[in-house]
């Protein structure tokens, strides 16, 4: 018997409500385990913008841009590959452990050497590194949400690990900031805390030998299909597939620039950005808590996805655009909040509608792979747009793009047919 019949087919409830035993420890701890991935690139992101201008501040921008494209095609591809090697894996330690401890390790070893850069040349790889091992490290993690949990409980469970992502990606810098003057320490010590989390989650919820269960044969077709899925015979992923691409990118728009519109829009020093930055996300939590803890479960309550992400998306574009008319600490304070709030709702309740848009139960690993590389392909394209603009006519035309990007994301659910 396959990982999820068991945890899915054992202790059936009546009402269909209440959680089974098996299940419980998979939901207590994979919130911790979400946070790990998003806690690195938290981390990462807050490190490297200082890098890049300690190396060269006149070329900042550029080099900034130009690291996160090349590092999120790392990511865009390690998704997709490592959801088919896990697809097809059979062993005593199951599917998707065996990935997940080679992605974890890829990431650490990168994340320790990233501190002893010495040049943007250094870095980039660095950070490529960083990227493609946790991202192998969360395409089969993000696999066990349709392997495991029924769809009655798939919003209650994409609330919790919604949730850990978000918090991993805010408290990154927050745990970052007082590294800021020894950033080597700075990163061994916070890599720590990441691979922690790991290996607490493969520990205590292991996988199950699958060395019985049959496997489609690999081939590079097979390999190659990791990055298509048909939009024509699957629309509903299609349109799942773009208002994530289009949510993802407005908001990496906007936050791969944090550090400097804080200093080049709104006037601070390095210094009081440095400091300033990570107070923002922090006064963006409460928001994001509440607005994640009912959007998941209401989800499940109401029996319906579409409306929540649709109202998140909106909020989302209506906090983007708060700088262009409030160019000050206090207008970026109110932009994270509103966006980190809109980004918790739509996290709580994007993974469940994602999960009911597959189209292959044998492929969850390949077609989440493709899935999320709407939330990794707009850190190849979304540093560059924005660099391009600020570059040609500042940031405040930045703001107002990204909530029009914000609501077209938001737009593209309604077609979606088989999620109410």
Known sequence: MSDHAADTLVHPDPTGTKLPPSLRRLFRVAPLASAAAPLAY???????A???QLFDADAKVGNLALINTLSAVAAMLAQPIFGVLSDRTRSRWGARHPWMLIGTAIGTVALVTAGLATNVAMLTVCIMLIQ??????????????????????????????????LLGAVIGPILASPFAKSIPVGYVSLAGVVILLILLFIALVPGTDNRGEPRKPFSLTAFLSAFWVNPIRHPD?????????????GFYMISNFSLYIAQDYVGLSLGEATSIVPLLGLAGLPGLIIATAVAGPLSDRLGRRKPLVLI???????????????????????Q?????????????????LMSSVLPSPEDFGKDLGVLNLAATLPNTVAPVAAGAIVVAVGYAPLFLIVGGIAVLGALAVLPIRSVR
């Not at 938290?42 to 490297?48: E, K, L, P, S, V």
């Not at 919003?155 to 850990?164: A, D, F, I, K, P």
């Not at 994270?336 to 469940?352: M, R």
């Open 336 to 352: 994270t909040i509103a966006v980190t709030s809109g980004f918790g709702a739509f996290a709580a309740v994007d993974q469940a």
């Open 42 to 48: 938290g981390i990462t992101a807050y490190f490297m």
């Open 132 to 165: 493609f091992g946790y991202n192998a490290w969360q395409g089969p993690f993000a696999a066990l949400l349709p392997d495991r949990v029924p769809e009655r409980f798939r919003g209650r469970y994409s609330t919790g690990v919604g949730l850990g992502g």
């Open 50 to 52: 200082i890098q890049a």
């Open 237 to 249: 992923f299609f349109w799942g597939f773009t208002g994530r691409l289009l949510l993802f990118g």
């Open 312 to 334: 998140s998306g909106l909020l989302i574009a209506v906090g983007a655009a708060i700088p262009f008319v409030l160019p000050s600490v206090l207008g970026l304070t109110l």
